[in-house]
């Protein structure tokens, strides 16, 4: 598969779906062996099955790119009703960003964010919900949009480089383009379980995947 493997799985899932979707067939709580089976085959690979505590389960994978960590929470005998995803980059890389930056990355796309943990590594996060049930379809669709979110990112992070480098070259006597505010970056990323943050931010945590 190309490099956006999971995407262009995704949309091919899409194209053979019915439209109709039986009562019976959604998916009212999550558990590790159901999300495992969805990531295989939309083309994961590397898929892993970590419990961290009785209610806080982590399904690693590599989509094609790199590490992805997706967290199930709020788990009962039934499953697990919240689905955390998040990818960590790289500590050295990430200490690189602007704070101004990642603000401007989450005002322009809503279906991720990033923010800095306490120790400067940048996360990428987003939450999903099973409460009402959901169809396995949204749920891949859901992930997929996730997946390629990186992808927007890299290309967010090379705009503002060419735009900052512009912005250097001007003449003296105009007026710089207006920085953004910073403040959203530096709130908690969009987790819902702060024993997330707490494994993530481990002195021995496995190594960030790379920006670009």
Request: aromatic share 6%.
């Amino acid at each position: 598969m190309n490099k956006f493997l999971l995407s262009a799985a995704f949309a091919a899932v899409t194209l053979a779906a019915t439209p109709a979707i039986a009562a019976d067939a959604l998916i009212m709580r999550l558990s590790s062996l159901k999300l495992s089976a969805v990531l295989i085959a939309m083309g994961a690979k590397e898929v892993a099955v970590k419990r961290d505590s009785a209610d806080l389960e982590f399904v690693s994978f590599n989509d094609g790119n790199g590490p992805v960590d997706f967290a199930l929470s709020e788990c009962n005998a039934d499953g697990c009703q919240s689905l955390q995803m998040f990818i960590l980059y790289d500590l050295t890389e990430s200490k690189k960003i602007s704070l101004a930056t990642l603000n401007s990355f989450n005002g322009k796309y809503l279906d991720a964010q990033v923010a800095q943990l306490e120790d400067g590594a940048v996360i990428m996060s987003d939450l999903f919900v099973t409460t009402g049930g959901v169809s396995e379809d949204n749920l891949k669709e859901n992930i997929s949009i996730f997946l390629n979110a990186p992808r927007v990112f890299a290309t967010h992070l090379k705009e503002q480089k060419i735009a900052s480098n512009a912005v250097q070259a001007q003449p003296v006597g105009m007026t710089p383009a207006m920085t953004v505010q910073t403040g959203i970056a530096t709130q908690r990323p969009r987790l819902q379980n702060a024993k997330i943050l707490q494994i993530l931010s481990r002195p021995n945590r496995r190594p960030g995947r790379p920006l670009g």
